[in-house]
């Protein structure tokens, strides 16, 4: 009986939980991040042209985002590099590797089994580094890394906020991560207008890479 | 006259290097284009280019070729060359675009979910590229678009996202 009354009392919580964070993510609750000195960002560097664009972004931010965390897939070499040169002048960064969720061609049912591996490295990550915001534009690495971020703010462990850019390679249709993180992402940032038509919540900037 | 760079990302692109590794085409890039080498960046490939290698090769000493895997940045490559031949990727697309160089993309038709081909496409109906797949690649390049009528591609603006970003993040004055 107390066992039964207890989970229905987590599960109100989580259900309540889930109900104000979707509020807030749609606009419908004032959703800005509490004002604070610095913001820990983590930055998901999603390998080749995804990587070329998120530095590109990153570059252009005011000095409140920091310290930078990388996170890029265990299988990409070019990234480290690609970050090392961008962050040249910088001592205020630091990288961590992640097994890919999906691999180009993989399926999308083995994907799945991928994205649990994954996020098994993802959670203590996201735990240990606790960071205020996450920006990604994809692909699937960046999947588990939101899924800690959004799981541990429902639980009231960390306010994080999410924003997801769009990888300016979509003209016509959402990505899967795009599609996946409009649920799960404050902010979701597409580089072509045509797109707001499909997806009323996301936001067009102009173009931004 | 510069050289045509050639670039296949951080994947393979085995039917666009076995297509550039023919001396016909590098007497296009040669005789018709006014290009004096090509440099080709062809990634995981398992295809190395072998035809400037040959004996009898037409174009010894008037057209040099070369090839490597990766480079942290192809930035310089891209810089040196007065055509870029890219696959379909954003950062290789951009890159080049920004450089504000001639560019051609390849669109690669065996990948299974080939929404790179959204952005060239785009782009290309703005007017700031053209655009091919394997086997057009030498008619592609015949009538590539004059320089004089390409439209310069528009710098992206970061610091938009960036004001943005301070905006929702609680930095900005919210304007």
């Known amino acids: 009986m107390l066992l039964s009354l207890l989970t229905i009392a987590i599960i109100g919580f989580l259900l309540l939980r889930l109900l104000i964070v979707e509020l807030q993510i749609f606009g419908y609750i004032n959703n800005v991040f509490p004002k604070c000195a610095q913001l820990r960002t983590m930055i998901v560097a999603g390998s080749g042209g995804h990587t070329t664009e998120i530095l590109r972004l990153v570059n252009s931010l005011s000095q409140y985002y920091s ?10 070499a070019m990234s480290p590099e690609k970050i090392k ?18 691999e180009v061609l993989q399926s999308y049912l083995t994907s799945v089994l991928t994205t ?31 899924f800690a971020a959004f799981l541990y703010r429902l639980l009231l462990l960390k306010d994080c906020r999410i924003v997801f850019v769009e990888s ?3 003209v016509n249709s959402l990505s899967l991560s795009g599609r996946i993180l409009y ?18 919540r996301a936001r067009y900037l102009g173009r931004i890479v | 006259m510069p050289n045509v760079f050639a670039t296949v990302g951080t994947t393979s692109f085995d039917a666009l290097i076995r297509r550039l590794d023919s001396p016909e085409l590098h007497k296009i890039l040669c005789d018709q284009l006014g290009y004096h080498g090509l440099v080709m960046q062809i990634g995981r490939g398992d295809y190395e280019p072998v035809a400037h290698t040959a004996r ?18 192809l930035a310089a490559d891209i810089a040196a060359a007065g055509l870029v031949i890219s696959h379909a990727g954003a950062g290789s697309v951009l890159e080049s675009l920004n450089a504000g160089k ?8 065996d990948l299974m979910h080939n929404h790179q081909t959204e952005l060239a496409h785009r782009v290309a109906r703005d007017g700031h590229l053209d655009t091919t797949v394997c086997v057009d690649l030498e008619d592609a390049l015949k009538r590539l678009t004059p320089v004089s009528q390409l439209k310069p591609f528009p710098r992206g603006e970061p610091e938009k996202f960036a004001k943005f970003l301070d905006s929702v993040m609680g930095f900005g004055d919210g304007d």
């Open chain 1, 85 to 102: 040169i961008s962050e040249l002048n910088s001592n205020d960064f630091s990288i961590y590797s992640i097994p890919r969720s999906r």
């Open chain 2, 102 to 109: 001639r560019l051609l993309v390849v669109v690669n038709d």
């Open chain 1, 183 to 200: 649920y799960l992402a404050d902010h979701v940032i597409v580089q072509w207008p045509e797109l707001l038509d499909q997806f009323p």
């Open chain 1, 168 to 170: 300016i390679c979509r």
């Open chain 2, 56 to 73: 009898d090769y037409p174009l010894e000493g008037r057209f040099s070729v070369s090839y490597y895997r990766f480079k942290p940045s």
């Open chain 1, 116 to 146: 649990v591996r994954s996020a098994a490295y993802c959670f203590p990550l996201v735990a240990w580094q606790k960071p205020d915001l996450v920006l990604c534009n994809g692909p699937g690495t960046c999947i588990p890394v939101c």
């Open chain 1, 67 to 76: 310290p930078r965390l990388y996170v890029i897939a265990s299988s990409d």
